[in-house]
T-cell receptor, first 111, second 112 residues
């Protein structure tokens, strides 16, 4: 059974810092991995999708990497802003096509 | 284009009543997922529809829960004889085949 762990569970940083959020998974036979953000009381917003054959994806200040052999993905946020404050979730899809979600990293960026 | 929509946005019901939650996926998306998110908990997978294939119901917590997807589009999640532990946010997502998932805003269910 796939297990997904996100570290740290919570993070508070001053504006302008570069951040790394971690996602690890136990079964490396994955189809894809997706990063989301969730604002309080809202649904999930897709940030980046990495297919199993890819090593990284970039969108604006966000960069996500994937290392299947070590069962890890990282989400890098450059020059963080208060508007980046949210919970960040990763989801791993394997052969069953059922996504397994981590518990998320709660991020606060203070001015 | 329109994203995934869900209705109602909030539902308050009494213990023992039945409720129906609706999800309108993005047009053309073949896959549809239902999840539950309880306070302080992660996302719990409930059910997965893919095209005309039989749905994967492995995440449904009890036989009080059921879902259908009509015409490969709109889906309804039904909870019979609701219990207080059913209180949660119910989220729907759709995707083209098994690619990027797009989520709706959720339905907050409160069972009194």
């Amino acid at each position: 059974k796939q297990e997904v762990t996100q570290i740290p569970a919570a993070l508070s940083v001053p504006e302008g810092e570069n951040l790394v959020l971690n996602c690890s998974f136990t079964d490396s036979a994955i189809y894809n991995l997706q990063w989301f953000r969730q604002d309080p009381g809202k649904g999930l917003t897709s940030l980046l999708l990495i297919q199993s054959s890819q090593r990284e994806q970039t969108s604006g200040r966000l960069n996500a990497s994937l290392d299947k052999s070590s069962g890890r993905s990282t989400l890098y946020i450059a020059a963080s802003q208060p508007g980046d404050s949210a919970t960040y979730l990763c989801a791993v899809v394997g052969g069953s096509y059922i996504p397994t979600f981590g518990r998320g990293t709660s991020l606060i960026v203070h001015p | 284009g329109a994203g995934v929509s869900q209705s109602p946005s909030n539902k308050v019901t009494e213990k023992g009543k039945d409720v129906e939650l609706r999800c309108d996926p993005i047009s053309g998306h073949t896959a549809l997922y239902w999840y539950r998110q309880s306070l302080g908990q992660g996302l719990e997978f409930l059910i997965y529809f893919q095209g005309n294939s039989a749905p994967d119901k492995s995440g449904l917590p009890s036989d009080r829960f059921s879902a259908e997807r009509t015409g490969g589009s709109v889906s309804t999640l039904t909870i019979q004889r609701t219990q207080q532990e059913d209180s949660a946010v119910y989220l729907c997502a759709s995707s083209l085949e098994t690619n990027e998932q797009f989520f709706g805003p959720g339905t907050r269910l409160t069972v009194l």
